[in-house]
């Protein structure tokens, strides 16, 4: 069966449940259970600043284009300038995203933000995220009102010709619309 096929036949269906997977989210969902206490606090208790974590903060986008890339060198930053200069932005007018900087997005909180209308990935497949959402190489697909594109490592995309054009092609498909 053609893989644009199986996509098209079965893209809103779950056609397996990996229980492994399905194990790890209920302990999760068991371990997330907090009761909630009242804060008692002294006024003679010192408080220790050492023991403070901060929490993650959620990230907060600003722009209607989401670029996602593992980690980008200041060589990549400058050809993913390029890229984007093609399609008449500049990476001031982007939200970039690094992931070894972030660790993970959420999509809930993401979806909810309403922001972004353009998310392009760059060697970041979305079941890295535990999204959901299976994407082809080069290939825009249109999820809750967002345009999604998945390509290869920018360093990858620079040094081949043929992934160049592929690219482009996809990118004058999704900032055409």
Known sequence: MNVNLANYLFEKETLYLNPIIQE?????EKQVIVTKKPLVVHENTPISKDKIVPLPSPLRLKHKVLILTESISENEKAFLSKILNAVGLTLSQVDLVELNKVQTIDYQFFIAQKVTKKFISFGVGLGKLNWNI??????????DQIDYLLSDELRIVEADL????SLWVALKLMFDN
Do not use: A, P, T
């Open 24 to 28: 790890k989210r209920e302990i999760e």
């Open 162 to 165: 043929n992934l160049k054009r």
């Open 134 to 143: 299976l994407l082809n190489l080069y290939q825009v697909k249109n999820v």
